[in-house]
């Protein structure tokens, strides 16, 4: 009973510490490029951005969208591995040269990270601050567009313009405002008074991509003070991270950062999992022990096991089940008594560093017995240590 009030108060600390329906919102830090000042979502030219974003009666559980935003400004490397945790990843207005400038190990990386499902907007203002825009295709030309801005006719309809926060049909632009030169195969979804692109959007792989010409669209310059929605382009900035959370995939994956104890919470206390990944000198593999009960009321471990591609990241693997049988307790165990019975396969999902899925599939003989298939969420015990989602060695993006 006591170990069972741990579990208990554990998992009460799990729920406080850990949002799990948030949308999680990435964003590169100021301080990589800025000293001062700055055009992402922890610099002072885009305050009322961020208010927005957090105010809960923006997004959270009483809010116009119903889940709150956790926003995090990315100070070190853009990695796939730093990407994996985002639904949504935002680049601002960086400049394409000198020391700060984003590389082309980080430029693949997120290229890599929305073919797997990712999704991001980007803003490239003016031939200079274009480097991610360029990768992906569009390029800017040298021009100024002339605002206002509104979407296209087959576009004013798509949530962007037309979403939970309402209508947005007439966006205001500031400082930089050019306009696409080449498309680069995008979208079309709004353009200037002369007809020029503004807005673009593209399905690349599994996920999904936004890019437009100004940052100051949903920025200090054209937003209303405060964390209000009140304007076309309070509206553009709501509806398009509502758009790209519910566009978001899966591309979390399996890592290190999720070794520790699981459990069922207070629905299935006195059952739960250890998950270790380890090294097995060939490749990366899951050890998943799950400890439940047998048809008859005793306590049994099953163990879990599966190989992982660190070539290809997955958030789900397939796991073969067994079961040890035979040995007895202190001096009278004996090994050679022990034996190693297959009892069926398991699908271990990850879906963030506080949220697993375990789905039990027992084999005939077993099902016989009256093993029945079993699914249910698994989450952490207690916060970890250890970082997470951890790089493999392997050539992972």
């Known amino acids: 009973m006591q170990y069972k009030g741990l579990l208990a108060t554990a998992f009460m600390g799990f729920l406080l510490s850990f949002e799990v329906f948030a949308i999680e919102l990435g964003s590169v ?14 610099g002072d ?24 935003i956790n926003i995090t400004d990315v100070e070190g490397e853009i990695s796939y591995v730093a990407l994996s945790t985002f639904d949504v990843f935002f680049i601002g207005y960086f400049d394409s040269e000198g020391d700060n400038a984003f590389s082309n190990f980080e430029l693949n990386s997120m290229e890599a990270w929305v073919s797997a499902g990712g999704t ?26 002339n ?3 509104n979407p296209t006719p087959a576009s004013v309809s798509r949530p962007i313009f037309n979403g939970p926060f309402g209508t947005a049909t007439n966006l205001a632009m500031a400082g930089s405002q050019r306009y696409f030169d080449d498309t680069g195969g995008f979208m079309v979804l709004a353009e200037d008074q002369d007809g020029n692109p503004i807005v673009l959007e593209a399905l690349i792989g599994d996920g999904r991509v936004v890019v437009f010409t100004d940052v100051d669209m949903i920025g200090n310059d054209t937003l209303s003070g405060g964390s209000g929605i009140s304007n076309d382009n309070d509206r553009f900035m709501g509806n398009l991270i509502a758009y790209l959370n519910d566009e978001a995939g899966e591309t979390f994956f399996v890592n290190a950062g999720l070794n520790g104890n699981w459990w069922g919470g207070p629905g299935r206390s006195g059952e739960g999992a250890q998950m270790e990944i380890v ?22 471990f099953l163990i ?63 099902e016989a017995q009256g093993y029945t298939d079993l ?16 790089r493999f060695p392997g050539p992972v993006l």
Request: glycine letters at 8%; aromatic letters at 12%; proline letters at 9%.
């Open 304 to 366: 879990a096991v599966g190989n992982i591609n660190q070539f290809i990241p997955e958030n789900t693997l397939e796991l073969d089940v067994f079961i040890t049988e035979g040995g007895m307790w202190g001096n009278d165990f004996n090994p050679a008594t022990v034996t190693e019975s297959p009892v069926g396969t398991a699908l271990l999902t990850v879906y963030h560093c506080g949220l697993i899925r375990l789905a039990f599939d027992p084999s005939p003989a077993y």
């Open 45 to 68: 030219e885009m305050t009322n951005t961020r208010a927005k974003l957090m105010e809960p009666a923006n997004f959270g559980p009483e809010g116009t969208v119903p889940e709150a």
């Open 279 to 300: 090294d097995n000198g060939v490749n990366f593999a899951v050890v998943l022990t799950f400890y439940s009960y047998d048809t008859e009321g005793n306590q049994i």
């Open 120 to 145: 991001m907007i980007i803003t490239c203002d003016d031939p200079g601050y274009d480097a991610v825009c360029n990768h992906f295709g569009p390029t800017i030309a040298g021009s100024f567009a």
């Open 29 to 42: 830090a100021n301080s990589r490029f800025f000293e001062s000042g700055g055009w992402t979502l922890d």
């Open 147 to 149: 605002p206002p801005v």
């Open 375 to 390: 699914e249910y969420d698994f989450v952490r015990l207690a916060t970890p240590i250890a970082p997470c989602p951890v």
